[in-house]
Protein backbone atom coordinates (compact mmCIF):
# COMPACT_ATOMS: atom_id res chain seq x y z
CA UNK A 1 0.00 0.00 0.00
CA UNK A 2 1.17 3.27 -0.83
CA UNK A 3 0.76 6.09 1.90
CA UNK A 4 -0.05 9.34 0.33
CA UNK A 5 0.24 12.38 2.52
CA UNK A 6 -2.17 15.57 0.92
CA UNK A 7 -1.82 19.00 2.43
CA UNK A 8 -4.19 21.13 1.39
CA UNK A 9 -6.80 23.51 3.36
CA UNK A 10 -9.81 22.71 0.58
CA UNK A 11 -11.80 20.32 1.41
CA UNK A 12 -12.91 19.37 -2.19
CA UNK A 13 -9.19 18.72 -2.82
CA UNK A 14 -8.81 15.99 -0.36
CA UNK A 15 -12.03 14.58 -1.09
CA UNK A 16 -10.90 14.50 -4.89
CA UNK A 17 -7.50 12.79 -3.86
CA UNK A 18 -9.29 10.13 -1.69
CA UNK A 19 -11.57 9.76 -5.03
CA UNK A 20 -8.46 9.12 -7.52
CA UNK A 21 -6.76 7.35 -5.10
CA UNK A 22 -9.11 4.37 -3.20
CA UNK A 23 -8.03 1.66 -0.81
CA UNK A 24 -6.44 -0.66 -0.80
CA UNK A 25 -3.64 0.25 -3.18
CA UNK A 26 -3.19 3.50 -1.74
CA UNK A 27 -3.92 4.89 1.85
CA UNK A 28 -4.80 9.57 2.04
CA UNK A 29 -4.26 10.75 5.21
CA UNK A 30 -5.11 14.40 4.80
CA UNK A 31 -3.71 17.40 6.77
CA UNK A 32 -5.48 21.37 6.17
CA UNK A 33 -2.29 23.23 8.39
CA UNK A 34 1.29 23.08 8.56
CA UNK A 35 1.48 21.88 12.01
CA UNK A 36 -1.01 18.51 11.18
CA UNK A 37 1.34 18.12 8.23
CA UNK A 38 4.52 17.74 10.05
CA UNK A 39 3.14 15.94 12.76
CA UNK A 40 1.73 13.46 9.88
CA UNK A 41 4.85 13.78 7.89
CA UNK A 42 7.01 12.83 11.46
CA UNK A 43 4.53 9.79 12.58
CA UNK A 44 2.77 8.34 9.64
CA UNK A 45 6.07 8.30 7.37
CA UNK A 46 4.10 9.02 4.15
CA UNK A 47 5.74 7.95 0.71
CA UNK A 48 4.85 10.37 -1.09
CA UNK A 49 3.47 13.82 -0.15
CA UNK A 50 1.68 16.19 -2.23
CA UNK A 51 1.03 20.01 -0.76
CA UNK A 52 0.03 23.40 -1.63
CA UNK A 53 2.30 26.19 -2.14
CA UNK A 54 -0.28 28.83 -0.67
CA UNK A 55 -1.04 27.64 2.98
CA UNK A 56 -2.98 29.43 5.76
CA UNK A 57 -0.56 29.67 8.52
CA UNK A 58 3.12 29.18 6.64
CA UNK A 59 4.33 29.25 2.90
CA UNK A 60 4.30 25.49 1.13
CA UNK A 61 7.76 26.56 0.37
CA UNK A 62 8.72 26.72 4.26
CA UNK A 63 6.72 23.76 4.54
CA UNK A 64 8.55 21.98 1.81
CA UNK A 65 12.49 23.11 3.31
CA UNK A 66 10.97 21.86 6.33
CA UNK A 67 10.13 18.41 4.96
CA UNK A 68 12.87 17.88 3.18
CA UNK A 69 15.59 18.38 6.27
CA UNK A 70 14.15 15.86 7.85
CA UNK A 71 14.28 13.17 5.08
CA UNK A 72 15.72 14.16 1.15
CA UNK A 73 13.87 11.17 0.00
CA UNK A 74 10.51 11.35 0.40
CA UNK A 75 9.51 12.57 -3.34
CA UNK A 76 7.14 15.96 -2.80
CA UNK A 77 4.65 17.20 -5.62
CA UNK A 78 3.38 21.07 -5.17
CA UNK A 79 0.62 21.97 -5.92
CA UNK A 80 0.34 25.93 -7.12
CA UNK A 81 -1.80 28.33 -9.04
CA UNK A 82 -0.78 30.27 -12.06
CA UNK A 83 0.58 33.04 -10.25
CA UNK A 84 2.80 30.84 -8.19
CA UNK A 85 4.73 28.79 -10.85
CA UNK A 86 8.08 30.44 -10.20
CA UNK A 87 8.04 29.20 -6.30
CA UNK A 88 7.47 25.55 -7.48
CA UNK A 89 10.31 26.08 -9.79
CA UNK A 90 12.74 27.42 -6.87
CA UNK A 91 11.52 23.85 -5.00
CA UNK A 92 12.19 21.41 -7.65
CA UNK A 93 15.57 22.84 -8.24
CA UNK A 94 15.81 22.28 -4.25
CA UNK A 95 14.82 18.80 -4.92
CA UNK A 96 11.10 18.33 -5.35
CA UNK A 97 9.82 15.96 -7.67
CA UNK A 98 7.59 18.06 -9.20
CA UNK A 99 4.61 20.69 -9.39
CA UNK A 100 1.21 20.29 -11.17
CA UNK A 101 -1.13 23.26 -11.60
CA UNK A 102 -4.69 23.80 -10.32
CA UNK A 103 -7.50 23.05 -11.28
CA UNK A 104 -6.19 19.72 -11.18
CA UNK A 105 -6.31 17.46 -13.99
CA UNK A 106 -6.96 13.83 -12.89
CA UNK A 107 -5.55 12.15 -16.25
CA UNK A 108 -1.90 13.78 -15.57
CA UNK A 109 -2.15 13.59 -11.68
CA UNK A 110 -2.36 10.20 -11.31
CA UNK A 111 0.43 8.75 -13.66
CA UNK A 112 2.32 11.28 -11.58
CA UNK A 113 1.54 10.45 -7.93
CA UNK A 114 2.27 6.41 -9.76
CA UNK A 115 5.65 7.49 -10.47
CA UNK A 116 6.61 9.44 -7.39
CA UNK A 117 5.65 6.33 -5.11
CA UNK A 118 7.76 4.10 -7.64
CA UNK A 119 10.82 6.27 -7.19
CA UNK A 120 10.12 6.55 -3.10
CA UNK A 121 10.04 2.70 -3.11
CA UNK A 122 13.79 2.71 -5.16
CA UNK A 123 15.22 5.05 -2.47
CA UNK A 124 13.11 3.63 0.63
CA UNK A 125 13.10 -0.26 0.45
CA UNK A 126 15.95 -1.98 0.71
CA UNK A 127 18.37 -3.59 -2.22
CA UNK A 128 20.45 -5.73 0.51
CA UNK A 129 23.58 -7.81 0.48
CA UNK A 130 23.03 -11.43 1.63
CA UNK A 131 23.83 -12.51 5.05
CA UNK A 132 24.87 -16.04 6.72
CA UNK A 133 21.09 -17.47 7.76
CA UNK A 134 19.65 -14.11 7.30
CA UNK A 135 16.04 -14.46 5.59
CA UNK A 136 14.21 -11.39 5.02
CA UNK A 137 11.11 -10.60 3.11
CA UNK A 138 11.05 -6.99 3.49
CA UNK A 139 13.02 -5.49 1.05
CA UNK A 140 15.18 -7.01 -2.40
CA UNK A 141 17.48 -9.25 -0.97
CA UNK A 142 20.57 -10.43 -3.17
CA UNK A 143 20.46 -13.80 -3.27
CA UNK A 144 22.58 -16.37 -5.06
CA UNK A 145 25.35 -18.30 -4.11
CA UNK A 146 26.86 -19.00 -7.32
CA UNK A 147 30.51 -17.57 -8.05
CA UNK A 148 29.38 -15.00 -10.02
CA UNK A 149 27.07 -13.69 -7.75
CA UNK A 150 29.26 -14.01 -4.85
CA UNK A 151 32.20 -11.78 -6.97
CA UNK A 152 28.83 -9.25 -7.79
CA UNK A 153 28.49 -8.80 -3.98
CA UNK A 154 32.49 -8.25 -3.94
CA UNK A 155 31.99 -5.63 -6.78
CA UNK A 156 29.26 -3.91 -4.92
CA UNK A 157 31.29 -3.56 -1.70
CA UNK A 158 33.86 -2.32 -3.64
CA UNK A 159 32.72 0.55 -6.16
CA UNK A 160 29.52 1.29 -3.95
CA UNK A 161 31.74 3.94 -0.94
CA UNK A 162 33.78 5.57 -3.99
CA UNK A 163 32.26 8.27 -5.76
CA UNK A 164 32.43 6.72 -9.34
CA UNK A 165 30.45 6.06 -12.57
CA UNK A 166 29.12 2.24 -12.69
CA UNK A 167 28.02 0.47 -15.65
CA UNK A 168 26.01 -2.30 -15.28
CA UNK A 169 25.60 -5.34 -17.73
CA UNK A 170 23.41 -8.21 -18.05
CA UNK A 171 20.40 -9.56 -19.86
CA UNK A 172 16.32 -8.58 -19.84
CA UNK A 173 15.30 -9.22 -16.08
CA UNK A 174 18.67 -9.77 -14.33
CA UNK A 175 18.26 -7.44 -11.91
CA UNK A 176 20.38 -4.23 -12.47
CA UNK A 177 18.14 -1.82 -10.79
CA UNK A 178 18.35 -4.17 -7.65
CA UNK A 179 22.07 -4.13 -8.28
CA UNK A 180 22.45 -0.31 -8.75
CA UNK A 181 19.56 0.56 -5.95
CA UNK A 182 22.30 -1.92 -3.68
CA UNK A 183 25.34 0.96 -4.92
CA UNK A 184 23.56 3.90 -3.85
CA UNK A 185 22.19 2.24 0.03
CA UNK A 186 25.59 1.28 0.41
CA UNK A 187 27.16 4.67 -0.62
CA UNK A 188 27.67 8.07 1.12
CA UNK A 189 24.70 9.57 -1.35
CA UNK A 190 21.98 7.08 0.65
CA UNK A 191 20.38 10.05 2.33
CA UNK A 192 19.73 11.80 -0.96
CA UNK A 193 17.54 11.53 -3.48
CA UNK A 194 18.03 8.03 -6.58
CA UNK A 195 16.00 8.74 -9.53
CA UNK A 196 15.77 6.37 -11.69
CA UNK A 197 14.80 6.63 -15.82
CA UNK A 198 14.12 3.77 -18.55
CA UNK A 199 16.27 5.57 -21.70
CA UNK A 200 14.21 3.04 -24.12
CA UNK A 201 10.69 3.76 -22.84
CA UNK A 202 10.58 7.53 -23.52
CA UNK A 203 11.28 9.29 -27.02
CA UNK A 204 14.13 11.34 -27.54
CA UNK A 205 12.43 14.64 -27.45
CA UNK A 206 11.09 13.63 -24.23
CA UNK A 207 13.67 11.86 -22.80
CA UNK A 208 15.56 15.60 -23.38
CA UNK A 209 13.65 17.39 -21.59
CA UNK A 210 13.19 14.67 -18.67
CA UNK A 211 17.02 14.71 -18.00
CA UNK A 212 17.89 18.52 -18.42
CA UNK A 213 14.58 20.06 -18.32
CA UNK A 214 13.62 22.64 -20.67
CA UNK A 215 12.58 26.66 -20.93
CA UNK A 216 9.10 27.60 -21.39
CA UNK A 217 7.75 28.14 -25.44
CA UNK A 218 11.26 26.38 -26.34
CA UNK A 219 8.63 23.56 -28.55
CA UNK A 220 5.60 23.41 -29.01
CA UNK A 221 3.72 22.27 -26.00
CA UNK A 222 6.73 23.12 -23.22
CA UNK A 223 3.75 25.59 -21.82
CA UNK A 224 5.98 26.34 -18.77
CA UNK A 225 9.41 25.91 -17.51
CA UNK A 226 11.01 22.54 -16.41
CA UNK A 227 13.49 21.00 -14.10
CA UNK A 228 15.20 17.73 -15.46
CA UNK A 229 16.07 14.97 -13.51
CA UNK A 230 19.87 15.64 -13.36
CA UNK A 231 19.08 18.85 -11.94
CA UNK A 232 16.28 18.01 -9.50
CA UNK A 233 18.86 15.07 -8.55
CA UNK A 234 21.94 17.12 -7.54
CA UNK A 235 23.91 15.73 -4.67
CA UNK A 236 22.30 12.00 -5.49
CA UNK A 237 22.37 9.11 -7.82
CA UNK A 238 20.87 8.95 -11.04
CA UNK A 239 20.17 5.35 -12.51
CA UNK A 240 20.04 5.45 -16.43
CA UNK A 241 18.58 2.31 -17.14
CA UNK A 242 18.82 1.24 -20.68
CA UNK A 243 21.78 3.72 -21.70
CA UNK A 244 22.15 1.08 -24.87
CA UNK A 245 19.23 2.66 -26.33
CA UNK A 246 19.89 6.22 -26.56
CA UNK A 247 20.11 8.15 -29.90
CA UNK A 248 24.07 9.96 -30.50
CA UNK A 249 22.60 12.85 -29.63
CA UNK A 250 21.80 12.27 -26.05
CA UNK A 251 24.80 10.19 -25.90
CA UNK A 252 26.40 13.57 -26.55
CA UNK A 253 24.39 15.51 -24.26
CA UNK A 254 25.41 12.83 -21.34
CA UNK A 255 29.20 12.50 -22.10
CA UNK A 256 29.16 16.38 -21.23
CA UNK A 257 27.46 15.73 -18.26
CA UNK A 258 30.10 13.45 -17.19
CA UNK A 259 33.14 15.88 -17.92
CA UNK A 260 31.82 18.60 -16.46
CA UNK A 261 28.51 18.07 -14.59
CA UNK A 262 26.97 21.05 -16.06
CA UNK A 263 24.70 21.16 -19.06
CA UNK A 264 22.35 23.74 -20.62
CA UNK A 265 18.27 22.86 -20.63
CA UNK A 266 15.94 22.36 -23.99
CA UNK A 267 16.00 25.77 -25.36
CA UNK A 268 18.35 27.48 -23.00
CA UNK A 269 21.47 29.46 -23.01
CA UNK A 270 22.32 29.07 -18.99
CA UNK A 271 24.87 26.53 -17.98
CA UNK A 272 23.57 24.43 -14.96
CA UNK A 273 25.88 22.97 -12.62
CA UNK A 274 25.12 19.73 -10.68
CA UNK A 275 26.60 16.98 -8.70
CA UNK A 276 25.40 13.80 -9.60
CA UNK A 277 26.14 10.05 -9.49
CA UNK A 278 25.78 8.14 -12.34
CA UNK A 279 25.12 4.27 -12.50
CA UNK A 280 24.19 3.24 -16.24
CA UNK A 281 22.98 -0.33 -17.47
CA UNK A 282 22.07 -2.06 -20.33
CA UNK A 283 21.50 -5.70 -22.15
CA UNK A 284 23.23 -4.55 -25.12
CA UNK A 285 26.43 -4.91 -26.00
CA UNK A 286 27.78 -1.61 -26.27
CA UNK A 287 31.52 -2.78 -27.88
CA UNK A 288 29.75 -4.29 -30.85
CA UNK A 289 28.06 -0.97 -30.68
CA UNK A 290 30.98 0.76 -31.07
CA UNK A 291 32.75 -0.96 -33.16
CA UNK A 292 29.31 -0.32 -35.58
CA UNK A 293 29.61 3.56 -34.37
CA UNK A 294 26.19 3.01 -32.60
CA UNK A 295 27.91 4.26 -29.13
CA UNK A 296 30.12 6.81 -28.64
CA UNK A 297 33.43 5.32 -27.51
CA UNK A 298 34.37 8.09 -25.40
CA UNK A 299 31.12 7.82 -23.57
CA UNK A 300 31.43 4.18 -23.78
CA UNK A 301 34.96 4.36 -21.80
CA UNK A 302 33.54 7.45 -19.53
CA UNK A 303 31.35 4.84 -18.09
CA UNK A 304 33.09 1.85 -18.42
CA UNK A 305 35.00 3.51 -14.85
CA UNK A 306 33.58 0.29 -12.85
CA UNK A 307 31.53 -2.55 -14.64
CA UNK A 308 29.39 -5.23 -12.72
CA UNK A 309 28.53 -7.88 -15.09
CA UNK A 310 25.02 -9.91 -13.95
CA UNK A 311 25.17 -13.78 -15.14
CA UNK A 312 22.26 -15.07 -16.56
CA UNK A 313 19.31 -17.02 -14.65
CA UNK A 314 19.87 -20.13 -16.61
CA UNK A 315 23.95 -20.03 -15.68
CA UNK A 316 23.39 -20.12 -12.20
CA UNK A 317 22.38 -23.60 -11.06
CA UNK A 318 21.53 -23.92 -7.36
CA UNK A 319 20.73 -19.80 -7.45
CA UNK A 320 16.94 -21.16 -8.89
CA UNK A 321 16.27 -22.73 -6.42
CA UNK A 322 17.13 -20.41 -3.40
CA UNK A 323 15.40 -17.38 -5.24
CA UNK A 324 12.59 -19.40 -6.04
CA UNK A 325 12.17 -20.36 -2.38
CA UNK A 326 13.01 -16.59 -1.10
CA UNK A 327 9.86 -15.25 -4.05
CA UNK A 328 7.90 -18.02 -2.34
CA UNK A 329 8.25 -16.82 1.36
CA UNK A 330 7.82 -13.14 0.28
CA UNK A 331 4.93 -13.70 -2.28
CA UNK A 332 3.22 -15.86 0.69
CA UNK A 333 2.93 -13.32 2.99
CA UNK A 334 1.68 -10.95 0.19
CA UNK A 335 -1.14 -13.32 -1.18
CA UNK A 336 -1.84 -14.69 2.44
CA UNK A 337 -1.17 -17.95 1.23
CA UNK A 338 0.18 -21.08 3.31
CA UNK A 339 3.75 -22.02 2.07
CA UNK A 340 6.30 -24.79 3.60
CA UNK A 341 8.26 -26.11 0.22
CA UNK A 342 8.92 -26.73 -3.01
CA UNK A 343 8.52 -30.38 -4.13
CA UNK A 344 11.42 -31.70 -5.45
CA UNK A 345 9.70 -32.61 -9.00
CA UNK A 346 8.87 -28.77 -8.66
CA UNK A 347 12.54 -27.74 -8.44
CA UNK A 348 13.49 -29.92 -10.88
CA UNK A 349 11.45 -28.21 -13.36
CA UNK A 350 12.57 -25.01 -12.52
CA UNK A 351 16.19 -25.86 -12.42
CA UNK A 352 16.08 -27.34 -16.42
CA UNK A 353 14.12 -24.72 -17.34
CA UNK A 354 15.85 -22.03 -20.13
CA UNK A 355 14.79 -18.67 -18.13
CA UNK A 356 14.69 -16.38 -21.02
CA UNK A 357 13.15 -13.71 -18.99
CA UNK A 358 15.89 -14.63 -16.34
CA UNK A 359 15.12 -13.49 -12.17
CA UNK A 360 11.63 -11.74 -13.25
CA UNK A 361 10.30 -14.40 -15.46
CA UNK A 362 10.85 -16.77 -12.43
CA UNK A 363 9.17 -13.85 -10.07
CA UNK A 364 6.17 -14.10 -12.28
CA UNK A 365 6.29 -18.29 -12.33
CA UNK A 366 6.59 -18.49 -8.25
CA UNK A 367 3.82 -15.93 -8.03
CA UNK A 368 1.77 -17.70 -10.72
CA UNK A 369 2.27 -21.11 -8.84
CA UNK A 370 1.12 -19.69 -5.08
CA UNK A 371 -2.10 -18.88 -6.67
CA UNK A 372 -2.78 -21.71 -8.11
CA UNK A 373 -1.65 -23.56 -5.10
CA UNK A 374 -4.25 -25.01 -2.52
CA UNK A 375 -1.91 -26.32 -0.38
CA UNK A 376 1.31 -25.44 1.49
CA UNK A 377 4.24 -27.43 -1.02
CA UNK A 378 4.13 -26.00 -4.57
CA UNK A 379 4.21 -29.44 -6.43
CA UNK A 380 4.38 -29.41 -10.52
CA UNK A 381 0.83 -29.19 -11.21
CA UNK A 382 0.91 -25.73 -9.84
CA UNK A 383 3.06 -24.38 -12.16
CA UNK A 384 2.07 -22.66 -15.77
CA UNK A 385 0.91 -25.37 -18.20
CA UNK A 386 4.08 -24.19 -20.56
CA UNK A 387 6.45 -24.66 -18.02
CA UNK A 388 5.49 -28.46 -17.73
CA UNK A 389 5.18 -28.90 -21.53
CA UNK A 390 8.19 -30.91 -22.59
CA UNK A 391 7.94 -29.76 -25.82
CA UNK A 392 8.31 -26.39 -25.06
CA UNK A 393 10.74 -26.60 -22.77
CA UNK A 394 12.96 -28.25 -25.58
CA UNK A 395 12.22 -25.24 -27.90
CA UNK A 396 13.13 -22.66 -25.46
CA UNK A 397 16.49 -24.61 -24.17
CA UNK A 398 17.35 -24.46 -28.26
CA UNK A 399 16.02 -21.21 -28.75
CA UNK A 400 18.38 -18.96 -27.45
CA UNK A 401 17.83 -15.74 -29.85
CA UNK A 402 13.79 -15.33 -28.29
CA UNK A 403 13.10 -12.23 -27.06
CA UNK A 404 12.90 -11.90 -22.80
CA UNK A 405 9.41 -10.82 -21.49
CA UNK A 406 8.35 -9.84 -18.59
CA UNK A 407 5.09 -12.11 -18.81
CA UNK A 408 5.54 -15.71 -17.81
CA UNK A 409 5.81 -18.32 -20.17
CA UNK A 410 2.33 -19.85 -19.42
CA UNK A 411 0.89 -16.69 -20.78
CA UNK A 412 2.04 -17.65 -24.34
CA UNK A 413 -0.10 -20.83 -24.56
CA UNK A 414 -2.85 -20.66 -27.16
CA UNK A 415 -5.72 -18.59 -25.50
CA UNK A 416 -8.19 -21.63 -27.59
CA UNK A 417 -6.92 -24.43 -25.39
CA UNK A 418 -9.20 -23.83 -22.44
CA UNK A 419 -10.42 -27.89 -22.92
CA UNK A 420 -6.61 -28.75 -21.41
CA UNK A 421 -6.53 -25.94 -18.87
CA UNK A 422 -9.58 -26.65 -17.29
CA UNK A 423 -8.62 -30.60 -17.44
CA UNK A 424 -5.44 -29.23 -14.97
CA UNK A 425 -7.82 -27.29 -12.92
CA UNK A 426 -9.75 -30.43 -11.89
CA UNK A 427 -7.14 -32.79 -11.43
CA UNK A 428 -5.03 -30.14 -9.18
CA UNK A 429 -8.24 -30.10 -6.81
CA UNK A 430 -8.39 -26.32 -7.60
CA UNK A 431 -11.50 -24.51 -5.63
CA UNK A 432 -10.39 -21.21 -7.72
CA UNK A 433 -10.72 -22.34 -11.43
CA UNK A 434 -13.14 -18.75 -11.87
CA UNK A 435 -10.26 -16.68 -10.15
CA UNK A 436 -7.54 -18.63 -12.36
CA UNK A 437 -9.35 -18.42 -15.70
CA UNK A 438 -9.68 -14.82 -15.00
CA UNK A 439 -6.23 -14.11 -14.58
CA UNK A 440 -5.11 -16.55 -17.76
CA UNK A 441 -7.54 -14.45 -19.69
CA UNK A 442 -6.31 -11.11 -18.94
CA UNK A 443 -2.51 -12.03 -19.26
CA UNK A 444 -3.21 -12.99 -22.73
CA UNK A 445 -5.51 -10.23 -23.52
CA UNK A 446 -3.92 -7.12 -22.08
CA UNK A 447 -0.53 -7.56 -23.70
CA UNK A 448 -2.39 -8.41 -27.03
CA UNK A 449 -4.33 -5.35 -26.54
CA UNK A 450 -1.32 -3.18 -25.85
CA UNK A 451 0.46 -4.26 -28.59
CA UNK A 452 -2.02 -3.25 -30.92
CA UNK A 453 -2.61 0.19 -29.39
CA UNK A 454 1.01 0.89 -29.56
CA UNK A 455 0.80 1.25 -25.71
CA UNK A 456 -1.73 3.72 -25.92
CA UNK A 457 -3.11 3.34 -22.65
CA UNK A 458 -6.21 5.47 -22.82
CA UNK A 459 -7.19 3.55 -26.68
CA UNK A 460 -6.21 0.19 -24.63
CA UNK A 461 -8.61 0.79 -21.83
CA UNK A 462 -11.12 1.87 -24.12
CA UNK A 463 -10.70 -1.04 -25.84
CA UNK A 464 -10.85 -3.54 -23.25
CA UNK A 465 -13.81 -1.55 -21.64
CA UNK A 466 -12.08 -0.16 -18.15
CA UNK A 467 -10.72 2.83 -16.78
CA UNK A 468 -7.01 3.71 -17.14
CA UNK A 469 -6.22 3.29 -13.50
CA UNK A 470 -8.08 -0.18 -13.71
CA UNK A 471 -5.39 -1.24 -16.57
CA UNK A 472 -2.11 0.55 -14.86
CA UNK A 473 -3.76 -1.59 -11.17
CA UNK A 474 -3.70 -4.90 -13.38
CA UNK A 475 -0.58 -4.23 -15.63
CA UNK A 476 1.47 -4.32 -12.18
CA UNK A 477 -0.82 -7.56 -10.74
CA UNK A 478 0.35 -9.82 -13.86
CA UNK A 479 4.08 -8.34 -14.33
CA UNK A 480 3.03 -6.84 -17.47
CA UNK A 481 5.95 -3.45 -18.77
CA UNK A 482 3.97 -1.79 -21.56
CA UNK A 483 7.44 -0.94 -22.89
CA UNK A 484 8.56 -4.70 -23.09
CA UNK A 485 5.24 -5.80 -24.25
CA UNK A 486 4.83 -3.73 -27.53
CA UNK A 487 8.56 -4.29 -28.15
CA UNK A 488 7.61 -8.31 -28.30
CA UNK A 489 5.87 -8.01 -31.26
CA UNK A 490 3.07 -10.55 -31.96
Same mark, same amino acid.
Not at 5 to 19: A, G, H
Not at 440 to 447: C, F, K, T, W
Given at each position: ?39 ? %? +? ?10 ? +? ?8 ? %? ?100 ? &? ?45 ? =???? =? ?16 ? $? $? ?25 QFERVGGNESVRT ?12 EAMMASSDFRGDL %? ?29 ? %? ?44 ? &? ?113
Amino acid at each position: MTRLLVVDDEPLILESFRYAFPAPEFEVIAACSTAQALEL %F +RTQAPDVVISDI +RLPDLSGMEL %FQQFHSQDTRIPIILMTGHGTAGTAIDAMRAGAFEYILKPLDIDTLIPLVESAAETSRLMRIPATLPADQTIDTSGDLLIGKCPAMQEVYRAIGRVAPQNVT &VLILGESGTGKEVIARAIYQYSQRAAQPFLAINCAAIPENLLESELF =GHEK =GSFSGADRKRIGKFEQCS $G $GTLFLDEIGDMTPLMQTKVLRILQDQQFERVGGNESVRTDVRLIAATNRDLEAMMASSDFRGDL %FYRLNVYTIKLPPLKDRGGDIQLLAEHFCRS %FSIELGKEFTAIAPETSAILTSYHWPGNVRELQSVVKHALLEATGP &VIVPAFLPIALRNEEFQHTAKTNTSSKSSDIASADRQDVTNWHEFINEQLSSGSESIHENAQQLMERQIIPRILRHTDGNQLQASKLLGMSRATLRIKCRQHGITIDKVVDSGD
